[in-house]
């Protein structure tokens, strides 16, 4: 599962669990282990995880993943809300391919172009479906390390072996989106610097 999949599911006070509007897009046998470990969480934790709502624990989970595969340590804030009842849910179209949601909801944030490449670069993380073999499966070569080899697979258009969507080409299609892949593919540190910044304000937008 892709770490931006993950979040198409948490994303901001929107997040929560068992609604069947957002389980009908996260029907990966991963993504559903998660959903139940952190209800497990909830359930059995500790008086710190007792004072987080579900989403705030989805959202830890997200910066969590990120750290621990080597990305950037991020300050996580607390009190987001849980959504309780399909009213009040974000009202999801079926997606066309894997991410496609989050990456449609992203593109209708008010981020900036440097934001909007810094998070498709969390494709780096994770697969593109339930299938783990050969390149097709995965946007680069280890899909368990944080690094900026997604932007420069990117760069290599045809040339690259592993697996785009439309929205990944976008990105070296539009002047002002391919300068920030540029930018990215040359220098981990700058992306990991500004997927940082954009993580938090993302997941911290309502």
């Given amino acids: 599962m892709s770490l ?11 997040a929560t669990l068992g609604l069947q509007n957002q389980l009908a897009i996260a029907q990966s046998k991963e993504l559903n282990f998660a959903v139940k470990q952190v209800q497990e969480i909830k359930k059995t934790g500790n ?7 579900t989403a705030d624990l989805i959202q830890l989970g997200g910066y969590a993943a990120v750290e621990y595969c080597g990305g950037p340590a991020m300050i996580f804030n607390m009190g987001r809300k849980d959504v309780d009842s399909e009213g009040d849910a974000v009202q999801h179209a079926a997606e066309t391919h894997a991410g496609s949601l989050v990456v449609q909801g992203l593109a209708q944030s008010e981020l900036s172009p440097e934001e909007f490449v810094a998070l498709m670069g969390s494709f780096t993380i994770g697969f593109s479906g339930d299938e783990k073999k050969g390149p097709h499966s995965r946007w680069c070569m280890n899909p368990y390390v944080w690094d900026n080899t997604y932007f420069q697979e990117l760069l290599l258009k045809d040339q690259s072996k592993y697996f785009r969507t439309e929205a990944d080409l976008k990105l070296v299609q539009n002047a002002s989106l391919k300068t920030w892949v540029d930018a990215y593919a040359q220098d981990v540190d700058l992306w990991s610097r500004n997927y940082a910044k954009a993580h938090v304000k993302i997941s911290e937008l309502g």
């Fill in 4 to 14: 931006i999949r993950y979040i198409s599911l948490i994303r901001g006070a929107s």
């Fill in 47 to 53: 008086h710190i995880t007792k004072l987080l709502s």
